[in-house]
Nanobody
Framework: QVQLVESGGGLVQAGDSLRLSCAASGLTFNYVAMGWFRQAPGKEREFVAGINWNGGETNYAASVKGRFTISRDNTKVALYLQMNSLKPEDTAFYYC???????????????????WGQGTQVTVSP
């Protein structure tokens, strides 16, 4: 059974940093693409960042580029999202997602991911 468990969310002030983690189990983590998405109240789930199976390729939403960094540690079977210079508009529930197909690359569309975590809340006050 595949499990993705996010952690690291919280309440911070604008300009602060947070590091989200996603612990994975039950899948061939080393060989699948991963992504971070977020969803704010009343809005659709949106792509934040993606990383391919070996970490050699990453991409970011325009709204977070230069402030967020996605990374993975295949030895620890973990995905990370370093978030710097946080803004109130970054407030949302953050989810990690995994693809099932080996040697995959990331996608921008939530439907193309097979597994999802429960999410972690990030709240940024002005």
């Amino acid at each position: 059974q595949v499990q993705l468990v996010e952690s690291g969310g919280g309440l911070v002030q604008a300009g602060d940093s947070l590091r989200l983690s996603c612990a994975a189990s039950g899948l061939t983590f080393n060989y699948v693409a991963m992504g971070w998405f977020r969803q704010a109240p009343g809005k659709e789930r949106e792509f934040v960042a993606g990383i391919n199976w070996n970490g050699g390729e990453t991409n970011y939403a325009a709204s977070v580029k230069g402030r967020f960094t996605i990374s993975r540690d295949n030895t620890k079977v973990a995905l990370y999202l370093q978030m710097n210079s946080l803004k109130p508009e970054d407030t949302a529930f953050y989810y990690c997602a995994a693809k099932e197909r080996p040697l995959s690359t990331y996608s921008y569309t939530p439907d193309e991911y097979n597994y999802w975590g429960q999410g972690t809340q990030v709240t940024v006050s002005p």
